[in-house]
């Protein structure tokens, strides 16, 4: 049976908003208002959208709206709530009203939960650089997943926007959402880090030679198959799973020669990935205490022995 076709409002014309828009009308939902602090910027997300009417003030709100997205930096979530609640002719019984922000909970919401509306968070689990445009991350916008905290009348909304996205629900208790917030980051930016250090890395090797990612992707995406096909643990190779104490000295060496601002970053992630070693039952204790005297040190000091498990 077809489900019935929302009317939604997305306020904050950046990437999130104007992505999540489109793939909403793509979809077959009816994107009715786009709101944002510039006219400049609520014009292009509701061209970009198909959507003619933009609006810089939120008292422009229309009154056949189904479902409000705040999709605005985290910072000005609570504003928005805030003024949205102050529009004393607009009836939120029976409307719902989500935010996009991975840090704040529904709490951020209250006013309008007060007001009578529906209220969750719905963070979509992906990442949306600023420096792209909407049109280079539509294709990777959706089946993804969304952290949402919300009642139970909330998450059914929120499972059924999921479901108009291509994606799905993740849920995520209220007081975890600053936690779950970290893991993102670790997932998208720790990692884009982590590249950035390779790249580091490649040109101290070859200072006018090929692009680091050519050379390093087919190493990288098989590395991410293996953990898809097992998990971290089982994809793990590498001198460290094979206690290889004297690989690891000679690795700190050549560090401290060509890069040495790197050794406590390579220290640091010697020990997690030991950690991992010791999951998958590849290590002795003896192999333990060896690896954890050599690396420890080179941690920059801030760890201590207890640290390292």
């Known amino acids: 049976m077809k489900t019935k076709r929302w009317h939604i409002a997305i306020i904050g014309a950046g990437n999130v908003g104007t992505v999540l828009g489109k793939v909403l009308a793509e979809n077959g939902e009816k994107i009715v208002w786009v709101c944002s602090r510039t006219k400049r ?62 840090m704040l909970t529904a709490a951020a919401l209250d006013p309008l939960r007060e007001r009578g509306a529906t209220v969750f968070s719905f963070h979509p689990l992906q990442t949306f650089p600023r420096t792209f445009r909407p049109r280079d991350i539509v294709s990777v916008a959706r089946g993804i997943y969304y952290g949402v905290d919300a009642l139970p009348g909330g998450m059914r909304v929120a499972r059924a ?77 590498g001198p460290v799973v094979r206690g290889g104490v004297e690989t690891i000295k000679g690795h700190v060496e050549a560090l401290t020669r060509f890069a040495p601002a790197l050794i406590p970053y390579y220290a640091r992630l010697s020990l997690e990935t030991m950690h991992l070693a010791v999951a998958k039952g590849a290590l002795v204790p003896a192999q333990v205490e060896e690896l954890t005297r050599l690396i420890l040190p080179y941690t920059d000091g801030s760890l201590s022995p207890e640290d390292s498990r």
């Not at 014009?43 to 959208?49: D, K």
């Open 41 to 102: 910027s609520a014009r292009a997300g509701g061209r970009f959208i198909g959507c003619a009417r933009v609006s810089t003030d939120l008292a422009e709100l229309p009154a056949r709206t189904d479902l409000v997205m705040i999709t605005t930096p985290h910072d000005a979530v609570e504003d928005v709530a805030r003024g949205l609640a102050r529009l004393t002719a607009f009836d939120f019984r029976g409307k719902s009203v989500c935010h996009a922000s991975g």
């Open 161 to 237: 926007l999921a479901r108009k996205l291509d994606g799905h629900v993740l849920p995520v208790p209220p007081e975890m959402r600053v936690f779950y917030h970290a893991a993102c980051v670790v997932a998208s930016n720790h990692l884009t880090a982590m590249l950035g250090i390779l790249e580091t890395m490649f040109h101290r090797l070859r200072p006018q030679g090929e692009n680091f990612l050519k050379v390093f992707l087919p190493i990288v995406e098989a590395t991410l198959r293996n953990v898809q096909a097992d998990s971290p643990a089982g994809a793990l190779s």
